[in-house]
């Protein structure tokens, strides 16, 4: 087989399963009127395909914070943080979150993909191990290759199961670092924090947890698991993204070790990797301060979110474990999920479609993520449209 075989036979599976050649990864989105709607070819949208949570993309503080900037400090820094990427706004940036977890410091990465990949590489190395719950994101599997360090997965959401390989490793439990994520992007569901940080802490293990899904969702100012359990002072290493409650993009990593400083040295995708705009940099800053303040919000996320998930279970499909802004429809195979996806397309409703191998135990997924900013009104219209396709899907 030669080098380029291999995509022709990607292009072959593709066909198979989107035989009349539909767009369903990377649908261009033609106008974007809000934060909830948009066009997709001539067809208004409803969006529940973004990680909009608290709908901050339009939020008028955000938008000027950006203006403001582009106008002051241009479209780009052209540098790594190293070089000549670090404004005065990216360092106070780190300040804030640092100041918004009561941490001792942060490091602001250019996406949130970045902030795992710098981190765990620069966190682990040859002769170290990751113990990583298996259905990690693909930023953290990345990661850990990155790293040189021996991966070893144990089974998703199972405190115990993590207790068992970290015992197998007898004193090479101290140089393990144990990853989590605060909610999974795949099914919404939270991990057991408690049981994790009990284990983490028997074994002088390091825990790093990805609070990518639940800052700005969960805990009363936001901070994410580690606010709704109270465990920010057990956690060793905190990672998150701009790109979901923010509304941004851009990656953020805290701790109060005071060796975290030292990952800017040693992180070569933080090293190499051009900072932040000053645009990217000040709307993130509104951003942050909105979702402090941000309690309303939350509270009707969650108002939304318990609507949208009892209206699908009542309907009879099969969800995700437990309600969260990421609710998931699991299918049985592809050509279901395909055709709920487009069914919803038609009715002018925005989702995404994941398929295996994307996906936990090779299940089809149709992943909506709810907003506060979506009305009732709109949550009623996804709601009769999921009960008018179902006789549809599973005929």
């Not at 360092?91 to 977890?101: G, I, T």
């Not at 395909?338 to 994941?354: F, R, S, T």
Request: glycine content about 10%.
């Amino acid at each position: 087989m030669s080098l380029l075989d291999k995509l022709d036979a990607v292009a072959a599976a593709r066909k198979a399963l989107l035989p009349e050649g539909i767009e369903v990864f990377g649908t261009p989105i033609e106008e974007v009127y809000s934060s909830t709607e948009a066009r997709i070819g001539d067809h208004r949208i409803l969006f529940l395909g973004t990680n909009n949570y608290l709908g901050l993309t339009f939020a008028q503080e955000c938008r000027d914070a950006a203006q403001e900037a582009i106008h002051s400090e241009g479209t780009g820094t052209t540098g790594s943080r190293m070089a000549n990427g670090s404004y005065s706004g990216h360092r106070a940036l780190e300040r804030e979150f640092a100041e918004f977890y009561q941490c001792r410091s942060c490091i602001v990465f250019t996406t949130g993909y970045q902030a795992n990949l710098a981190t765990i590489s620069g966190l682990a190395g040859p002769g170290d191990i990751v113990l990583i719950d298996g259905d990690s994101h693909a930023s953290i599997y990345d990661g850990c290759r990155l790293s040189g360090a021996e991966i070893i997965r144990f089974r998703h959401n199972d405190p115990a199961d993590m207790e068992k390989r970290l015992r197998r490793l007898g004193e090479r439990s101290r140089s393990t670092l144990i990853i989590a994520e605060g909610i999974y992007s795949m099914l919404g569901d939270r991990a057991p924090l408690a049981d994790i940080v009990k284990v983490k802490d028997a074994y002088n293990s390091t825990l790093l947890l990805d609070e990518a899904h639940s800052l700005g969702v969960l805990g009363e100012t936001g901070q994410g698991l580690v606010e709704e359990t109270g465990l920010l002072d057990r956690v060793d290493f905190i990672t998150g993204t701009f790109s979901k409650s923010l509304g941004g993009i851009g990656g953020y990593c805290v701790s109060n070790h005071p060796q975290l400083d030292q990952l800017r040295y040693v992180s070569r995708p933080y090293i190499f990797t051009a900072s932040p705009t000053p645009a990217t940099i000040a709307s993130t800053r509104a951003a942050l301060r909105l979702l402090r303040e941000g309690v309303e919000l939350r509270r009707q996320l969650w108002k939304n979110v318990h609507q949208l998930y009892s209206q699908l279970k009542e309907l009879g499909y099969r969800l995700g474990p437990e309600p969260s802004p990421v609710i998931a429809t699991i299918l049985e195979t592809p050509q279901q999920a395909l055709a709920l996806w487009k069914g919803l397309l038609e009715h002018g409703i925005y989702v995404n479609l994941v398929l295996p191998p994307a996906t936990p135990e090779g299940n089809s997924l149709v992943r909506c993520s709810v907003s506060a900013v979506h009305t009732s009104e709109q949550m009623n219209h996804v709601g009769k449209t999921f009960a008018r396709l179902r006789e549809t899907v599973f005929q």
